[in-house]
């Protein structure tokens, strides 16, 4: 077995690398789509949900940047283009949505999507002993999960 100067198995961290940057393909669908709802919503709710969609897409921006960077630190590199991202993410696209509980039934969507690839990833980098990548999971996650929960009580009105 060979290991990497960070310490981790080179093809375990390989593996990972390329697991991050589906999520990294993915994320960037989420945050597209945030902007398209930002953007495009109407009604008597635009001005709360305008300023909610900005604040989820400026944190999904921070995560896009924070998954890019872990799989550099892991020595591979970051999927980049429009292309790429397309041709690889499961995330559903949200075209012209302007009603306010499709809108938010899309964040759920994309959000449930991420969810299934972290607990892989999760699961992974706890075998390969990457804590990095592990903790980086753990706290999408629960932070996903919380504004699922919040989406969720919006939606059961
Ligand atoms: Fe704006």
Redesign the pocket.
């Given at each position: 077995m060979t290991y990497n100067s960070i310490g981790l198995n080179t093809s375990k961290t390989k593996d990972l690398a390329n697991d991050l940057n589906y999520l990294l393909a993915n994320f960037q669908i989420y945050y597209q789509n945030l902007r398209g709802i930002?953007?495009n919503i109407k009604g008597k709710r635009f001005f709360d949900l305008?300023v909610k969609f900005?604040e989820l897409y400026t944190d999904a921006n921070v995560k896009v940047d924070e998954i890019a960077e872990r799989i550099l630190t892991l020595g591979e590199t970051p999927l980049h283009t429009f292309e790429d991202y397309s041709a690889k993410a499961q995330v559903k696209v949200g075209k012209n949505i302007s009603e306010d509980d499709k809108a938010v039934r899309l964040i759920v969507d994309s959000l449930t999507e991420l969810l299934k690839i972290e607990r892989s990833i999760l699961e992974k980098s706890d075998d390969a002993n990457d804590e990095g990548t592990n903790s980086m999971m753990s706290d999408f996650i629960t932070e996903q999960e919380k504004t699922i929960w919040m989406m969720t009580a919006w939606l059961d009105e």
């Open positions: 930002h953007w305008h900005e």
